[in-house]
C-alpha cells in the first residue's frame, strides 16, 4: 500500500513563507505526476501545483511567482516552496500521487495524503 505522508505545515505571518513536503512511501516502481491541492471552507478543491516525473509543472494562476514546486524522483518526495502568502490562502494543503505502479505490471492507481494546515495570520 502507498502512502502519502506530509510535513510543513504551520502558522506564518503574512508575506512569511513555509515549504511543504509530501514523502511516498511503499512498493513504488513509478510516479507520473505529484502535486499539491487545496480545499478552502466553502470552495472547490484546487490544483495549486503539480510536476511530473519529466519536470513539466502546472501552477495555478494565484501562485504563480510566489510558489515553487520541486520533486526528488529518487526519494518520491515532492515539495511546495511557498513564499508572500496571504491569509486567503489559509487551509489544507493535499499532496496528490497519480500515476502511481507499484510494479510495470500493475495498472495505474492515484493516493491523496491527509493534508497539512497552513494558516497566515498575524
Known amino acids: 500500500q502507498v502512502q502519502l505522508v506530509e510535513s510543513g505545515g504551520g502558522l506564518v505571518q503574512p508575506g512569511g513563507s513555509l515549504r511543504l513536503s509530501c514523502a511516498a512511501s511503499g512498493v513504488i516502481f513509478s510516479i507520473n505526476v505529484m502535486g499539491w491541492f487545496r480545499q478552502a471552507p466553502g470552495k472547490q478543491r484546487e490544483l495549486v501545483a503539480s510536476?511530473?516525473?519529466?519536470?513539466?509543472?502546472n501552477y495555478a494562476d494565484s501562485v504563480k511567482g510566489r510558489f515553487t514546486i520541486s520533486r526528488d524522483n529518487a526519494k518520491n518526495t515532492v515539495y511546495l516552496q511557498m513564499n508572500s502568502l496571504k491569509p486567503k490562502e489559509t487551509t489544507v494543503y493535499c499532496c496528490?500521487?497519480?500515476?502511481?505502479?507499484?510494479?510495470?505490471?500493475?495498472?495505474?492507481?492515484?493516493?491523496w495524503g491527509q493534508g497539512t494546515q497552513v494558516t497566515v495570520s498575524s
Open positions: 510536476m511530473s516525473s519529466g519536470g513539466n509543472t
Open positions: 496528490h500521487a497519480d500515476g502511481v505502479r507499484v510494479s510495470p505490471l500493475h495498472p495505474r492507481a492515484q493516493y
